[in-house]
Structures are given as structure tokens and as C-alpha cells.
């Protein structure tokens, strides 16, 4: 038995709209490949039909959805791998400032303590010179001894002398 009019056409419209979901699938599967971005425009033009019918046909929109969803999720995933990463390597970088930082507190520290010791040293080295050799090194004139009965010269004004000053 031959179909009739109507069963022929409506037989032919679901071929091509099983033409063009297979066109979809190939379209999205080639954007993926390629890496371009899936949006129902990018989908209908690649696949050859309108964005009309991507919207109108329940599968159609069911394809669209679903790739979109995919490839939302998949760079979701990609972005938070290299999230992942980046934040990986300055943790990395914060420990290494860390420990450069504690390395330099503790040569800081050594230093003062050598500092110390040092001034010590010194001030030990000025307490066992004789009275009359400490004098000499303090006094303004390095050549002439101290004695409580020489007098001073007079002081000029501007001079440290002048001001009160030693």
C-alpha cells in the first residue's frame, strides 16, 4: 500500500529533521574538536539549519543544552585546574619567603649578639686603661694631658665649650 499525501510529507519531515539533528551532533563534535565555543548560533551555523529550529525542536534544544552544559562544566574544571596550580606555586613561593625570612631573623640576631660582645669588649678594653690614658683618649685635644690644675682656654662663642656642651 502506497502512503498517502500527508503520511509521505510528514515521513520526509522527520528524515530532515533527523538530517539535520545528525548535522547538530557532527557541528558540536567538530566545535569541540576545534575548541570553539558552543552557543546555539555557533551549533545552527555550523550544522547548516536556523537558530530558529535549535530553539523550536525539543531535541534540537535538548542537544544544544546538553553541549553547552558540557562545555561549561569542562572549563569550569580546566579553570579550576589551573587555579589549582597557580595557587600551588605561590603556597611554594610563600614557604620559601618563609623560611628566607626566618634564615635572615636568626643571622640578624647573631649579629646583634656579636654587636654585643664587642661593645663589651670595648667598653672592658677602656675601664683597664690608667685614669690619665682614658682622659687622653676623650679629650679634645689628643696630645695634651689632662691635669685639674691647668685651666682652660678661654671659649669662643659658637664653640661646643661655649654652649655648655664637653
Not at 548560533?41 to 529550529?53: K, L
Not at 614557604?95 to 643571622?107: D, S, W
Request: with cysteine; glycine share 4%; proline share 5%.
Amino acid at each position: 500500500m502506497k502512503p498517502t499525501a500527508p503520511e509521505a510529507a510528514i515521513a520526509a519531515r522527520r528524515q530532515l529533521t533527523e538530517q539535520k539533528l545528525d548535522g547538530m551532533k557532527t557541528a558540536i563534535a567538530q566545535l569541540r574538536r576545534e575548541g570553539g565555543r558552543l552557543s546555539v548560533r555557533a551549533i545552527a551555523q555550523r550544522a547548516g539549519v536556523s537558530a530558529t529550529f535549535c530553539y523550536e525542536n525539543n531535541s534540537a534544544r535538548a542537544l544544544v543544552r546538553q553541549a553547552v552544559a558540557d562545555s561549561r562544566s569542562s572549563r569550569d574544571r580546566t579553570s579550576l585546574e589551573e587555579h589549582d596550580r597557580v595557587e600551588a606555586t605561590w603556597r611554594e613561593r610563600a614557604l620559601n619567603a618563609e623560611n628566607e625570612l626566618n634564615r635572615a631573623q636568626r643571622e640578624v640576631l647573631a649579629q646583634r649578639e656579636r654587636i654585643a660582645e664587642l661593645m663589651g669588649r670595648a667598653r672592658d678594653a677602656e675601664t683597664m686603661v690608667p685614669g690619665d690614658s682614658a682622659q687622653t683618649l676623650r679629650s679634645d685635644t689628643p696630645h695634651r694631658k689632662h691635669h685639674p690644675q691647668t685651666a682652660r682656654p678661654p671659649a669662643q662663642s659658637g664653640t661646643p665649650q661655649a654652649r655648655g656642651t664637653p
